[in-house]
C-alpha cells in the first residue's frame, strides 16, 4: 500500500496559479498510476487527470486539459499537479490517489481504479 499527503492548497485570484504536491509513503511508488480528483461542496468526487507510474502517459478531464499539468518526481515520491488560469469552478478539495493494481493503466477516470487516497488540500479560486 501506499500512503499518501496532499499540500499546496490556497487561495488564489481567477486567472492565478497554483501547484499541488503530493507526498508519497512506500517503496514500491513508482510501480503505481497516480490520479487527481477534486470535489467541490455537494458535488460527487470528480476525476481530474492521471499519470501512468513511469510519467510517460498522462489524461486529463476535459474541464481541466491544456489548463493543468501533472507530473511526477519518483526519486523523491512525489507527484505534482500544476494549475494554471485557474477558474471560480476549480474551487475543489483536490485529492491526488493511487491506483489499486500495480502497473496499471489506462483512461476511464474511475474512482474505483485507485485504492489509496490522501486527506485532501482545499484549493479556494476568487473571482
Known amino acids: 500500500q501506499v500512503q499518501l499527503v496532499e499540500s499546496g492548497g490556497g487561495l488564489v485570484q481567477a486567472g492565478g496559479s497554483l501547484r499541488l504536491s503530493c507526498a508519497a509513503s512506500g517503496r514500491t511508488f513508482s510501480t503505481y498510476s497516480m490520479g487527481w480528483f477534486r470535489q467541490a461542496p455537494g458535488k460527487e468526487r470528480e476525476f481530474v487527470c492521471a499519470i501512468s507510474w513511469s510519467g510517460l502517459s498522462t489524461y486529463y478531464a476535459d474541464s481541466v486539459k491544456g489548463r493543468f499539468t501533472v507530473s511526477r518526481d519518483n526519486a523523491n515520491n512525489r507527484v505534482y499537479l500544476q494549475m494554471n488560469n485557474l477558474k471560480p469552478e476549480d474551487t475543489a478539495v483536490y485529492y491526488c490517489?493511487?491506483?489499486?493494481?500495480?502497473?496499471?493503466?489506462?483512461?476511464?477516470?474511475?474512482?474505483?481504479?485507485?485504492?489509496?487516497w490522501g486527506q485532501g488540500t482545499q484549493v479556494t479560486v476568487s473571482s
Open positions: 490517489a493511487a491506483s489499486r493494481t500495480p502497473r496499471y493503466w489506462n483512461t476511464y477516470g474511475r474512482d474505483a481504479d485507485f485504492g489509496s
